[in-house]
């Protein structure tokens, strides 16, 4: 459904959007996951035409953005990060703002104002004011509004951004059941939100694209190392800093003490296993240690590890 191909977004010697690649297919809900900064909102401006790119494509169903602009828009609903409302117009009078300028009158907007309403959960609020509309609610007619002429993407920018923990997972919901029959790409900064709604992730970092696929395969593809948590008493630090010499294979990674007990980070590599050497290293020391854990690779830590590095200035 969705081709991007080398796409590039530069605002003057800022590069927000450094040659990504990627594919969607109909019926998947993707999350697009970076920091503050990373190229998130330039990418999916660009793919609705919002936005030029300074070099590469977007093609939807064969039609490129930079020709078919038009063409393309007419199959995207796009909800931005600030959610463009006017507050001083009834709900159904927005909605059908939108739809006139999508040509859908008459009983075709009557038809398409009930199918949004029953989707978004609007009945109650239909007849409001939008400005006296929740937070919650405000989204839900955001999304109407993209969904107004029924297309066949939806692409949400921070469609949770604000919204207390109640109202996350109403919306969390609505994207799960639009999913069902529309490719949504949604953005987020957001990991736990992302991970609970998406099937696939797309981790951007300093406009590039760093990681893609399911949070089981981007979990699976980090698993060269393992991390070890120690608890040790009865020690030195200059004595554990110096475990490294004599079990090569460990890395310390940190060592903090509170009271008397130093809490000590190990990383190893998977294919080797020398916790019975550690053990035998403290029992020839003298230390009591009192735990011995390995830490299961979570899709945070993948993250931190694969966005951590950047100290670009980066365009949202």
Not at 56 to 82: A, H, R, S
Not at 164 to 189: F, T
Not at 193 to 218: F, H, M, P, Y
């Amino acid at each position: 459904m969705i081709r991007v191909d080398n796409l590039s977004k530069n605002y003057g010697s800022v590069e927000a959007v450094r040659s990504i690649s990627f594919s969607l297919k109909d019926g998947e809900i993707v999350g697009f996951l970076g920091a503050n900064g990373a190229g998130k909102s330039t990418t999916l401006k660009m793919i609705t035409g919002y936005l030029s790119p300074t070099s590469g494509n977007v093609f939807v169903d064969e039609m490129d953005i930079i020709t078919d602009c038009l063409e393309i828009q007419k199959m995207v609903g796009y909800l931005p990060e600030l959610n463009p409302l006017y507050f001083e117009m009834k709900v159904h009078e927005y909605l059908k703002f939108h739809a006139s300028i999508r040509e859908i009158k008459g009983q075709e907007f009557s038809e398409a104002l009930k199918r949004v309403v029953s989707e978004c959960g609007l009945q109650g609020v239909v007849h409001r004011t939008v400005g006296n509309c929740s937070k919650g609610y405000k989204q839900r007619i955001g999304l109407a509004a993209a969904m107004i002429h029924d297309p066949k993407i939806l692409i949400l920018d921070e469609p949770v951004t604000g919204l207390d923990p109640n109202q996350i997972v109403e919306i969390r919901s609505l994207i799960k059941k639009l999913g069902k029959e529309k490719l949504v790409l949604m953005s987020s900064h957001i990991l736990q939100e992302i991970q609970a709604t998406v099937d696939r992730i797309i981790i951007i970092d300093n406009g590039k694209i760093v990681a893609d696929g399911t949070s089981e395969e981007l979990i699976s593809s980090s698993q060269g190392m393992t991390q070890l948590d120690l608890e040790i008493m009865n020690a030195e630090e200059n004595d554990i800093e110096d475990m490294k010499a004599t079990i090569p294979q460990v890395n310390i990674k940190g060592i903090s003490k509170e009271d008397n007990v130093f809490k000590v980070n190990l990383e190893y590599s998977s294919g080797s296993d020398p916790r019975a050497e550690i053990f035998n290293h403290a029992v020839s020391k003298s230390w009591i240690l009192t735990e011995m854990s390995v830490t299961e690779k979570n899709l945070e830590d993948i993250f931190r590890n694969l966005t951590g590095q950047s100290n670009g200035v980066g365009h949202e």
